[in-house]
């Protein structure tokens, strides 16, 4: 029981002895690249939480296509609507919230750097108003709201169609290739997917 405790993680979980040498040592190569609090996270919030969902019984191909379509999802082009958007896909669809909710929380940083390229696409696309880059152009805008209210639906529309068309592509490959590295998780992981499940 010592040696459990002793083992505990940030996490505020307890590490198996045998799991803690297996993940250590593949990981260490990347200590001087990535910085500790983001292994802690990703080790914290993404590594464990998809462990234990194995090992609770959902399919890697299942996980797959849930992670995929969180992570497609997380990217869009749209304001205050994520959450409740995977929610009701992976539900119509029956696929694990939990794991596509980790997809979409997983990339939020890539929501931000993606909104305006989004924009951008489909203001070039269907030839559209530019974005008001200037203060001058913003200041104008704020004088006509109606106006500004029909550009912005217009531009968030228009993203929201190039988005659309990339989310087909891209989440058929993003299952496959998520199948394929969940695969070789259960692999690097045997002992601890062979273990029994925290009880919680």
Request: hydrophobic residues 50%; positive net charge; proline residues 6%.
């Amino acid at each position: 029981m010592i040696r459990r405790d002793v083992g505990a993680s940030r996490c505020g979980r307890k590490k198996h002895p045998v799991a803690t040498t297996n993940r250590r040592c593949p990981a260490s190569h990347l200590t001087v690249f990535v910085p500790e609090f983001i292994r802690e996270f990703l080790r914290c919030r993404i590594l464990r939480p998809l462990l234990r969902l194995l090992r609770g019984g959902v399919t890697p191909r299942r996980l797959a296509w849930s992670l995929a379509l969180g992570i497609v999802i997380g990217i869009n082009p749209s304001v205050g609507l994520t959450t409740i958007i995977v929610v009701m896909l992976a539900w119509v669809l029956g696929l694990n919230q939990v794991a596509s909710q980790i997809g979409a929380h997983a990339v939020s940083p890539l929501h931000l750097l993606l909104f305006v390229p989004f924009i951008e696409l489909g203001v070039h696309l269907f030839h559209t108003r530019h974005l008001p880059l200037s203060r001058r152009q913003i200041e104008h805008l704020s004088h006509h709201p109606l106006r500004l209210f029909r550009d912005i639906w217009q531009w968030e529309w228009h993203a929201l169609i190039v988005w659309g068309v990339v989310a087909a592509v891209a989440m058929p490959l993003l299952a496959l290739y998520i199948r394929r590295a969940l695969v070789m998780l259960m692999r690097r992981h045997s002992t601890l997917m062979r273990s029994r499940p925290a009880v919680h």
